[in-house]
């Protein structure tokens, strides 16, 4: 199938053929009919693209930060793959359509194939033939709607929102600041409200559209003579019960006017992408205004149980979601009580579109929105996608399923080029993904089936997806007779981890997890320094926070920080003292959000060893973030961050100094690929990975327990 793709890079903007969208639990599949150009947000986003990187950089200033922090602690080598990675990637463009569905995938009872439906949602409803859908971000609409029209579904449930924000009665009046499609779709509701609409735009000719389609009462240009005394005179001298800004520029005008022509105690709602840094006197103080945002389509925006998982908010608690804001936009269409079509200004066909994002870039002529249309008798197939025909088959045939930021980053750059190694499929949840991994790395294809990545051409898989599926991944590769490295954890649940222990004891194939940090250069020197006698052993963590919403805290999809990142620091202390752990207790600080991502956990070992693990997300990211010290027999040792290693013994201590940040991630991915091209073996025995699997479930179970130690 055809999506309409952008390099951010270059700014090379072409449509091209990508694997089909992957149907995941509780997500429809939708054949567009029709797509919507927001030509604010995604042309900022496309005019972005095509400046130089000096531009980009000025355009984003916390990416450029972000960029300098990984430099600092990583060194240029990993700072440049992360960067190329963002600039070289194929960027899906698009987050409003509609269209008819297809294929309806598990758990999803509220449509059927054959439903015409509106979607939204930022890499989901995206300009291409094909799109995947999660639920609750999909509307039904009736038989005989008009797609183009419902095609406006985000747009319109965005104006939504910010008129629920304006909380206004029938009868009252309401100043929109900027008449672009936001602007005037939110006129639109608001009068079919009730709602007295005054128009306010720097542009002549939208306030002309505005005013010759009846969107609003009173339309004005920002230059207009006596504006803020027309605006009095249209609201019987109260001003407006609140203004909407539905502009977006960096001038502080819109904030200070909209606190000029609101009344006393009257409400301004931010919308559009604006400062809100406004002058206190004489209005905004003096009138004790009140200053509310708009959050995109309601609320479940940015909820990864909303959004992702399906879970609904209850209508008697939530009135308004963003998917009851679509539900309600599109019935203000059918019921005839808006008309938007006059908002299409222009039609292109899907082919075109690059045609169409020209006009959004040069303002070559005037427009409003801009209709994607699709050519709905077109047949799309599941059928994999030739990227390489010059890679050949080797001894080790690697396919990946998943290839997200860590794998375009460590894994996929440190595979070695070698005859011996094929280079044969990847599958990710995008096709855009899939696609550019698979030609960047000199993959034979890239697929939507797992069956192909699954055939008799692979002999090994790398698993490099979220972490719910890393346990299903690695039992469907074990089943199909494949070698499996699967970037930690190795599973979520325990039940899983017993069905992988019986899977891979019948196929007797290799079972790797990336723990990288055992490959480090300065970790060999550390342990051949150490020898093989009991030792005592601290692992601390300077993790910092990461937001309870994020996915990795998520217990169902990252399984929270201890399955998800303090698996490593376990195993670390196991290779280190070269024995496995069997008894474990642990103590998690109280936080508000049951995280217990800061905590300190005692492990013992087989051989006498004893280690701490000190994982704290409660401290400040200017200090280093891993430091390891170790005591043996008559010697000590530190660790600082991978780059110094110093070993204290009779005399002067020794010092191990890198340029460059180094975890191991290049060696591990050769020790792997050079076991199985030897004696078939990985360089992590099957039994440390099960150890350390089950010790980081232990964890979890002995924080329950108040920290009384638990047996692995």
């Known amino acids: 199938m055809q999506q309409l793709t952008q390099k951010l890079g270059s700014g090379d903007m072409i449509i091209q053929d990508v694997p089909y969208p992957q149907l995941g639990k509780g997500m429809i599949i939708v054949k567009n009919h029709y797509s919507i150009i927001s030509a604010g947000t995604e042309g900022s986003t496309v005019v972005a693209a095509r400046k130089s990187l000096i531009g980009k950089a000025k355009e984003r200033p916390q990416q450029v930060k972000q960029v300098i922090d990984t430099l600092k602690k990583q060194g240029p080598i990993q700072t440049y793959r992360a960067v190329m990675k963002k600039l070289d990637a194929y960027s899906p463009l698009g987050y409003s359509c509609a269209g008819e569905v297809i294929e309806v995938g598990e758990g999803v009872t509220e449509f059927e194939v054959g439903d015409t ?34 095609a406006y579904n985000t747009l319109g449930a965005i104006s939504m929102q910010g008129v629920r924000q304006a909380d206004l009665r029938l009868g009252e009046s309401c100043v929109i600041i900027g008449l672009g499609l936001l602007g005037q779709l939110a006129a639109l509701i608001l009068k079919a409200s009730g709602v007295t609409v005054i128009g306010v735009d720097v542009s002549e000719a939208a306030v002309k559209q505005a005013v010759d389609n009846s969107v609003v009462d009173l339309g004005l240009t920002r230059n207009a003579a006596g504006i803020e005394e027309q605006i009095q005179n249209a609201t019987q001298g109260y001003g407006a019960d609140a203004v909407i800004i539905a502009a977006a520029t960096s001038s502080l005008d819109p904030i200070n006017f909209a606190g000029a022509v609101a009344r006393k105690k ?42 992702e998982k399906g879970i609904d908010y209850p209508l008697p608690y939530v009135r308004w979601t963003e998917k009851r804001n679509m539900e309600a936009f599109q019935n203000l269409i059918a019921t005839n009580r808006i008309d938007i079509a006059y908002l299409t200004t222009h039609e292109f066909d899907f082919e075109n579109a690059k045609s169409a994002f020209d006009l959004v870039v040069s303002k070559a002529e005037p427009f409003t929105g801009i209709a994607l249309k699709y050519d709905t008798s077109k047949t799309s197939s599941k059928a994999k996608i030739s990227t390489s025909k010059h890679t050949k088959l080797g ?251 110093k070993i204290y013994g009779k005399g002067k201590p020794k010092k191990d100094k890198l340029f460059n940040q180094n975890k191991g991630q290049k060696e591990m991915v050769n020790a792997f690929l050079n076991g199985l091209l030897t004696d078939g073996k990985a360089p992590i025995p099957f039994e440390d990975i099960v150890a350390v699997t089950k010790a980081s479930f232990k964890v979890l179970e002995s924080i329950k327990r108040g920290g009384e130690q638990v047996v692995i």
Request: glycine fraction near 8%; hydrophobic fraction near 40%.
């Open 117 to 150: 439906v509106a979607c939204a949602g930022a890499g989901y409803a995206n300009h291409a033939e094909i799109v995947s859908v999660p639920v609750n971000l999909c509307v039904k609409l009736d038989g005989d709607a008009n797609l183009k029209d419902a």
């Open 266 to 307: 009257g409400k301004v709602i931010v919308l559009g992408a604006v400062p809100t840094g406004f002058e206190r006197d004489p209005y905004w103080y003096r009138k004790e205004l009140e200053l509310k945002m708009a959050c995109s389509y309601g609320p479940g925006r940015y909820d990864l149980n909303y959004e």
């Open 395 to 645: 001894m080790v045939n690697i396919s990946f399923i998943g290839a997200g930021s860590y794998a375009q980053g460590n894994l996929l750059p440190n595979i070695p080029d070698s005859a011996d190694i094929g280079r044969v499929g990847v599958l990710t949840n995008t096709g855009t993904t899939s696609k550019r991994v698979a030609e960047k790395f000199k993959f034979q294809f890239c697929a939507t089936n797992e069956a192909d990545i699954l055939d008799e051409k692979t002999n090994t898989v790398f698993v490099a997806t979220r972490h719910d599926s890393h346990g299903t991944y690695v039992l469907k590769s074990l089943e199909a007779g494949k070698n499996v490295f699967v970037e930690k954890p190795l599973c979520l649940l325990e039940s899983e981890l017993e069905a992988i222990i019986d899977a891979q004891s019948k196929v007797n194939k290799t079972v790797m997890v990336g723990f990288n940090r055992r490959f480090s250069p300065l970790t060999l020197k550390l342990k051949k320094a150490l020898g093989n006698n009991p030792m005592t052993m601290l692992y601390r963590i300077n993790a910092g926070a990461i937001p309870a919403d994020n996915w990795i805290q998520d217990l169902e999809i990252g399984g929270g920080r201890v399955l998800g990142e303090v698996c490593h620091f376990i195993d670390y202390l196991t290779y280190l003292n070269g024995s496995l752990p069997t008894k474990i207790s642990a103590v998690a600080i109280p936080d508000a959000n049951q995280l217990n991502d800061t905590l300190n956990i005692l492990i013992q070992f087989e051989n006498g060893s004893s280690g701490v693990v000190g994982y704290y997300a409660n401290g400040s990211k200017s200090m280093a973030k891993e430091y390891v010290e170790v005591f043996s027999a008559g010697m000590s040792a530190t660790l600082k961050d991978f780059k110094e290693l």
